[in-house]
């Protein structure tokens, strides 16, 4: 078999693993339990979720990401070439072509992610305020992170190092669920009882204002 | 555990054994549902909820961001609660709860928090950062290691029915004395202050603090429900809407003091129960009280500023605007508004009330918590920190102009009062009712029905 096969094959159990894996994380916090909730809501649970995903998620509804609009949108981009590389990743290991189009995205997106990233880094290391929330795990999902993106960027522009980016890929779907990249699931988890909490109490979406 | 034993034990981590440790961490677990299970799996440690903390704004040190607050929280439950935690603590930054992380458990969530629910609102993913808080704060009162000041401010309530420790007879009398100046304030001898009285369509409850140290906000509130022809009444029992188990974290406590009023609310079978103006008590008693004592209580739990806008709305009172001349601000305490969803009504009744109404920025569920919140008023072993704290809420109130500050809540008030005397504002603080019944036009056409 073909060592391009072989780490194919190694990116599908890898990203199966990382499945499972934070299937199980889930389990474990639901597992905690679910308290039943004996108050009368005064407001929509639903409404709330709605708004917690939706306009909630904007930069002036939350008072942290209008004033720091560079990280901000820097977080954006970084995300933006995370999904990106994984769309790459999913035509790479099932052998289909990306468009032309979607390679000139790559092209920039994936870059510019990667320097987003990797200010990111600079900013946890080198701020105080930063290093004193941080543990190890935060720097090293960001360099593992941003060693998948600098290899997607090297085999959007040559094939040569396809295999290296499989490579990023596989170490990516092991560590996901062991440290914070797991919030790729938990954001969700997190920003559905967000919307239920504040929803039920009628605190948003944001109430009739009296003229 | 004797009474001289919970002193001598107060605040001394050092004097905590693995035994309370276990048993902390019981505690812990216990307060750990799937909703906060998933916080503490989805915090990134970004930072940007510094900026939405008084605490972080007031003194720009970094110990205080919520984000910390919430690794140290994570760092126990990831070494004691995550089978895999020892294992990938390196990692993760997992450590034991010991005496140290006991010591930062204390100095931290109960030192520089009020539970306000800022970092909450603010934060990217939308963690509930003060519930986490609350039940780190749980796990200390396992430990009898709640500060001295707030322990013994729930020991009060529990002990004496209130957590001032008034005698019933003292109540009694002031109401009766209330009841005197409302007959000459509103010439009619005929005006009462009903206690005990039953099937009425509310019990109003208020803050041992006006009943102690501020009789003329409940005299503001008498005459207010005098001059809307309502039928209520006062317990002769209850009389405490407190519930500082809220913030010391002790469940047991807080169901406890919460059940009181559910009992008094079955025994006089009123129809509604209505708070005083108290921020965390409106929260305590509207929202938590149900989860505290398990069961859904059959009437409505309303605060008494929608009892009042409803007053205007139904024409049952009127309002003369001139009658409060001065430019006046509204505080929006954080149990009341970003925690407990009362949020309009204030406003609208100010609008009717005073003549020059001006909105402190930000404000709504985005405004800051004044910092007597969170048990931080007790605890005088933190008091410094919170007058620092308290800062934010003074530069918000200086930039509005206003000369009086209206804030629906005594928490709030005791804290402003401070912060008025720290910050030279020259301002003056009322709750609504005292601004409302400075408004109020008694002897006016109000003969719309009442509900």
Redesign the interface.
């Known amino acids: 078999m073909l060592p391009s096969t072989l780490l194919r094959a190694a990116v599908i159990a890898a990203f199966a693993y990382a499945l499972v894996a934070l299937a199980v994380l889930t389990a474990r916090a639901l597992s905690f339990g679910k308290r039943p909730v004996y108050a009368r809501p005064e407001g929509s649970a639903r409404q709330g979720v709605l708004h917690a995903f939706f306009r909630g998620m904007l930069p002036w509804e939350k008072e942290s990401v209008a004033g720091h609009l560079p990280t901000f949108i820097a977080g954006l981009l970084y995300h933006a070439g995370v999904f990106l590389s994984l769309l790459f990743l999913f035509l790479l290991v099932f052998r289909m072509r990306s468009g032309i189009v979607l390679n000139q995205v790559l092209g920039v997106a994936i870059p510019v992610g990667l320097v987003s990233g990797l200010g990111l880094l600079i900013k946890r290391v080198t701020s105080r305020k930063m290093r004193l929330i941080s543990v190890p795990d935060d720097a090293i999902a960001n360099v593992i992170v941003d060693l998948f993106l600098g290899a997607a960027y090297a085999a959007a522009i040559s094939p040569a190092f396809d295999n290296a980016f499989l490579v990023t890929a596989v170490v990516l779907f092991l560590y996901m669920p062991l440290g914070k990249i797991r919030h790729c699931v938990f954001f969700f988890y997190t920003r559905l009882v967000f919307g239920v909490f504040f929803g039920s109490r009628g605190v948003f979406p944001h109430p009739r204002r009296e003229s | 555990m004797a009474d001289k034993d919970k002193q001598q034990h107060a605040a001394q981590p050092e004097r905590v054994t693995e035994a309370g440790i276990t048993s902390a961490l019981d505690v812990f677990r216990s307060k750990?549902?799937?909703?906060?299970?998933?916080?503490l799996?989805?915090?990134?440690?970004?930072?940007?909820?510094?900026?939405?903390c008084h605490y972080y704004l007031a003194t720009g040190n970094?110990?205080m961001?919520p984000?910390?607050k919430v690794?140290l929280l994570q760092a126990v439950y990831r070494w004691h609660l995550?089978?895999?935690g020892k294992l990938?603590s390196?990692?993760?930054?997992a450590e034991r709860l010991d005496q140290a992380m006991v010591q930062r458990w204390i100095d931290t969530l109960f030192g520089s928090c009020t539970m306000c629910g800022r970092c909450?609102?603010?934060?990217?993913?939308?963690?509930?950062i003060s519930r986490l808080v609350r039940a780190g704060r749980s796990a200390l009162v396992s430990l009898n290691l709640v500060p001295s000041e707030l322990q013994s401010t729930v020991d009060t309530a529990v002990d004496k029915g209130n957590n001032m420790g008034i005698a019933k007879q003292e109540w009694l009398e002031t109401a009766q004395w209330i009841e005197e100046e409302l007959q000459q304030e509103v010439g009619d001898p005929e005006a009462r202050i009903p206690i005990d009285q039953e099937d009425v369509r509310f019990l109003y409850t208020v803050n041992p603090r006006e009943i102690k140290f501020f009789p003329l906000s409940l005299l503001a509130t008498a005459k207010i429900l005098y001059a809307s022809d309502e039928r209520w009444t006062f317990s002769s029992d209850c009389y405490d809407v407190t519930n500082y188990g809220l913030f010391s974290g002790d469940d047991g406590a807080a169901a406890l003091i919460a059940g009181r009023l559910h009992e008094t609310m079955g025994r006089l079978r009123a129809g509604m129960l209505v708070l005083g103006e108290c921020g965390h008590g409106y929260n305590a008693n509207?929202?938590?009280?149900?989860?505290w004592?398990?069961?859904?209580p059959e009437y409505e739990t309303r605060s008494i500023v929608r009892v009042i806008a409803d007053f205007l709305r139904q024409g049952r009172i009127k309002l003369d605007p001139a009658r409060n001349a001065k430019r006046v601000t509204l505080h929006d305490p954080c149990n009341l508004?970003?925690?407990?969803?009362v949020?309009?009504d204030q406003?609208?009744i100010l609008?009717h009330a005073v003549a020059d109404f001006v909105e402190m920025y930000?404000n709504?569920?985005?405004n800051f918590c004044c910092g007597g919140g969170g048990g931080q008023l007790s605890m005088t072993t933190f008091a410094k920190r919170r007058l620092e704290a308290g800062k934010i809420k003074a530069e918000q109130i200086a930039r509005t102009g206003a000369k009086v500050v209206v804030a629906p809540c005594h928490n709030c008030i005791d804290q402003l009062s401070e912060l008025n005397k720290e910050y030279k504002l020259g301002v003056e603080v009322k709750t609504l009712s005292e601004v409302v019944a400075d408004a109020l036009v008694l002897g006016a056409d109000t003969s719309k029905q009442r509900p």
């Open positions: 750990i549902d799937h909703r906060l299970a998933a916080s799996n989805s915090c990134v440690h970004c930072g940007l909820c510094a900026e939405s970094p110990d961001q984000a910390l690794k995550v089978a895999t990938l390196p990692l993760t930054g909450t609102l603010n934060c990217t993913v939308g963690l509930d509207r929202w938590e009280a149900p989860e004592m398990a069961t859904t508004v970003r925690l407990g969803g949020i309009e406003r609208f609008k930000p709504r569920e985005q």
